[in-house]
């Protein structure tokens, strides 16, 4: 297990170093938040404590606020998922939705899970499960590329993407670390909105993907 968890970087254009406390009370910093575990989330949730209803996640055992969705992240999430059903078999699409990764229980806008849905009745997919996942970022571009990184890394999700709406390309990040004291991805390819990208389910190529094709 890593040791030095990334800082979580808040969905706004400056990170935010503090959080702020009720007016007149003094500010906590981040390094004094208490962290949680996967089962003590789930406790949270179970309890009523926190709701369950997708509205945050679980990133490096700090409960986490999701940013609302914008029309243009909606659409190319749809586009994605309609894009890569046809393409599989034995495993699946799914969308935002929570998946178990060590610390963290992050909801990625899309990922392909081994198996049918079935098989997860009792439990939600953990990292094991995942051949590959995909972050849509416009706002959260920051967190994706550091903290999202560091938690589908560290678990071993064998390729992540990110589809980055600001600059027109989708980041394809492949050789995870696993377990290390930096966590990271050891390849990263960008193919611009006129490439192609190969979409690649277990070491093997199921189909190209036109990035213009994804994005509004």
Same mark, same amino acid.
């Given at each position: 297990m890593s040791t030095a968890p990334p800082t979580i970087i808040p969905n706004v254009a400056q990170p935010v170093?503090?959080?702020?406390?009720?007016?007149?009370?003094?500010?906590?910093? %981040?390094?004094? #938040?208490?962290?949680?575990?996967?089962? @003590?989330?789930? +406790?949270?949730?179970? %309890?009523?404590? #926190?709701?369950?209803?997708?509205?945050? @996640?679980?990133? +490096?055992?700090l409960v986490v606020h999701?940013?609302?969705?914008?029309?243009?992240?909606?659409?190319?999430?749809?586009r994605l998922r309609e894009f890569l059903e046809p393409l599989l078999t034995n495993c699946y699409v799914d969308s935002q939705e929570p998946l178990i990764a060590l610390d963290s229980e992050p909801e990625p806008d899309v990922y392909i899970v081994r198996g049918k849905p079935e098989d997860y009745q009792d439990q939600q997919p953990s990292a094991n499960d995942v051949l590959l996942v995909v972050e849509v970022a416009e706002s959260t571009l920051k967190q994706d590329r550091v903290?999202?990184?560091?938690?589908?890394?560290?678990?071993?999700?064998?390729?992540?993407?990110?589809v980055n709406l600001i600059d027109r390309q989708i980041?394809?990040?492949?050789?995870?670390?696993?377990?290390?004291?930096?966590?990271?991805?050891?390849?990263?390819?960008?193919?611009a909105a006129d490439g192609e990208l190969p979409v690649l389910i277990d070491g093997k190529?199921?189909?190209?993907?036109?990035?213009?094709?994804v994005f509004p």
């Open positions: 170093p503090v959080v702020s406390g009720i007016a007149g009370q003094p500010e906590v910093t %981040l390094a004094a #938040l208490r962290r949680f575990s996967v089962d @003590e989330y789930h +406790k949270l949730i179970k %309890l009523g404590i #926190l709701a369950e209803d997708g509205s945050c @996640e679980l990133l +490096k055992g999701k940013m609302g969705k914008n029309r243009r992240h909606s659409l190319v999430t749809r903290t999202k990184k560091w938690i589908y890394s560290e678990a071993g999700i064998p390729v992540y993407w990110i980041e394809i990040y492949t050789q995870p670390s696993g377990p290390a004291k930096q966590p990271d991805y050891a390849d990263c390819q960008i193919i190529e199921v189909g190209r993907l036109v990035v213009k094709d």
